[in-house]
């Protein structure tokens, strides 16, 4: 099959159809029309083979995560998803990968209401590069930069389960049956926090989605606003299977430093901390304060008052 052929059967007409998608797939560029009084929100992640997945990974699972990692970002910015790009670089054009792909890119797609508009298609070694736009009303968008000392820290969901469930399909981990395919489901379909990104605006001064650890990611804040902070790792929220299926401290370090939990982590001051119930109410995801802001520029991890050393380290890209 062709390039054009490739495009036109898999991707050209399964997209979301927008009314401010002016001109889509099928020209040289795409034309949009931005909302008024509203930024572009825009961001790029690539999936590697090897690297950011496994090559037995379902391409069902690929075609969900690789959206739903981009949406993240959009999540933390406090944006609306509306458009996104797509370069797929494949060895082969396998019909049989393209298509549970191609469904898993459209089902999350669909449920976020974004469209794709345009990409590229080539051969090489497996990667998936989307670049999604999407649209924060002006001066209302989360940044890294806004915590203050006094500010409560939180973060959404449970922590480590991803990283756990990368293990147990590795073969590291050993599980048992009652929790192997939520961990595992937890690793596949990220759940990027979007409406919960959209509730914060105006009550989180600053945030970040959990893409490489919660001990990497807050390091990020705490630079970007010149401040430090001291986390209580034993409020740190864990789910039962990861509970149930290591020890204390393996999973305080899966939360600590496992990467991929594409939770947000967020900062409110102490005047709006009683809006917080009322505005993630409606976004159906529970979240936890686990630490405060400190003004001494340093990140203190403590675990009921003692001093606490992970024994991990976040993801790093060219490790």
């Known amino acids: 099959m062709k390039e ?8 050209t007409g399964q997209s ?12 040289d560029c ?14 790029t992640d690539t999936l590697v083979e090897n690297v950011h997945f496994l090559p ?8 969900y995560k690789s959206l739903a990692v981009n949406l993240s970002d959009l999540a933390a910015m406090g944006a609306e998803p509306a458009w996104m790009t797509l370069a797929l670089t494949m060895p082969t054009a396998d019909d049989l990968w393209l298509q549970g792909f191609a469904s898993g890119l459209f089902e999350a797609a669909d449920y976020y209401m974004i469209a794709l508009v345009g990409g590229d298609t080539t051969r090489g070694p497996k990667s998936i590069t989307i670049t ?4 924060v009303p002006e001066g209302k968008a989360l940044t890294r930069s806004g915590a203050k000392p006094g500010d409560w820290i939180y973060v959404t969901g449970t922590l480590g389960d991803s990283a756990l469930g990368l293990d147990i399909l590795r073969g590291s981990r050993t599980v048992s049956s009652e929790h192997r395919e939520f961990l595992i489901n937890r690793h596949y379909h990220p759940s990027p926090r979007v409406l919960a990104g959209q509730s914060l605006r105006g009550l989180a001064s600053s945030a970040i989605d959990l893409s490489d650890g919660l001990n990497s990611d807050i390091c990020h804040v705490l630079k970007a ?14 789910s039962p299977a990861m509970s149930d299926s290591v020890t204390l401290e393996t999973a305080l370090n899966y939360a600590l430093c496992g990467g991929e939990d594409y939770e947000l982590l967020f900062t409110v001051p ?6 917080l119930d009322t505005a993630l109410s409606h976004a159906g995801v529970r979240f936890t304060q686990i630490g405060q802001i400190q003004a001494v520029n340093k990140l203190k991890l403590q675990f009921k008052g003692e001093e606490f050393v992970p024994t991990q380290q976040g993801f790093e890209h060219f490790q």
């Open 30 to 43: 795409a034309l949009v029309k931005p909302a008024e009084n509203k930024l572009l929100a825009i961001s």
């Open 16 to 27: 979301q159809h927008r009314k401010d998608v002016k001109l889509g797939i099928g020209d």
């Open 132 to 135: 999604v736009h999407g649209q």
């Open 56 to 63: 037995q990974m379902p391409p069902q699972a690929l075609g």
């Open 225 to 238: 606003s010149g401040v430090g902070a001291v986390i209580d790792v034993e409020k740190l929220p864990l």
């Open 4 to 11: 054009f052929q490739l495009i036109e059967h898999y991707f």
């Open 270 to 275: 102490e005047a709006q901390r009683g809006a």
